[in-house]
């Protein structure tokens, strides 16, 4: 239970990603903050944290797309109000619907997906980082891509967004550094059997992929006591090794 007593959000926790680190976490004793747009599959992985006698979680439904700044700013105040503080926010949603070429790509996607990959991301961050403050020691982790530093082609806003992201995580370690209470890493999961993976990929045959749950020691690393003082950092879950 080496994170008792910690509070964890972890957005596109109803996703496959998001919903495997939110029982992981659980499991080893935080509270989590289950936010997504998605009612249903948040009450799948509220369900599954309960039947494993972790943590009664709580379900947020938040469309971080859609939301306006009250609406997150709302979401801080109520943490802040419910908890004094919070120890962890992981960034999990993610939007990716085709590999698209540049010539093509329409403009509502190209909006939709920075808003969900790298707009939520900043206003969340933004109005979180009070609420983060107020912990002893407190982590936040992006997610990224193993493919962001090469460009490929078609890869499109998604790909925008990660390179974005990627920099923006750098930039905020940076500026937090000197405190040395909220430490920025960036979690890069590699290929792994997601629904995202099979829904992008499906002629890939999945039963080569790790399962999601193989990166259950990344996630306890970067939200645990071990990755106290690491900052700024992207761990690659392909070669990250306790």
């Avoid at 469309?63 to 105040?77: F, K, P, T, V």
């Avoid at 939709?112 to 109005?127: D, E, G, W």
């Amino acid at each position: 239970m080496t994170l008792k007593n910690h509070v964890i959000l972890i957005t596109g926790a109803g996703g496959g990603l998001g919903g495997a680190a939110a029982l992981t976490l659980a499991k080893n004793g935080a509270h989590i903050i289950l936010l997504d747009k998605n009612i249903a599959k948040l009450e799948v992985v509220y369900d599954a944290i309960v039947a494993a006698n972790a943590p009664e979680p709580i379900i947020y439904p938040f469309d971080l797309a859609g939301a306006n700044e009250n609406e997150y700013q709302e979401l801080a105040d109520r943490i802040d109000e419910k908890y004094g503080s919070l120890q962890g926010v992981l960034h999990s949603a993610v939007e990716l619907s085709s590999f698209t070429p540049i010539a093509l790509l329409g403009t509502k996607d190209w909006g939709h997906t920075l808003n969900v990959n790298l707009n939520a991301p900043f206003l969340l961050c933004r109005v979180l980082l009070p609420v983060l403050q107020k912990s002893e020691h407190a982590s936040i982790v992006f997610t990224s891509d193993s493919s962001a530093r090469t460009a490929p082609a078609y890869s499109g806003a998604y790909g925008v967004s990660k390179i974005a992201l990627e920099g923006f995580a750098k930039i905020l370690a940076e500026e937090l550094e000197s405190a040395n209470k909220i430490r920025v890493n960036t979690l890069i999961p590699g290929p792994v059997d997601s629904p995202l993976r099979k829904r992008v990929y499906p002629a890939e045959d999945k039963s080569k992929l790790p399962p999601m749950e193989s990166l259950a020691s990344a996630y306890l690393y970067l939200f645990g006591p071990q990755s106290i003082g690491i900052s700024g950092q992207a761990i690659d879950a392909r070669t990250f090794h306790l």
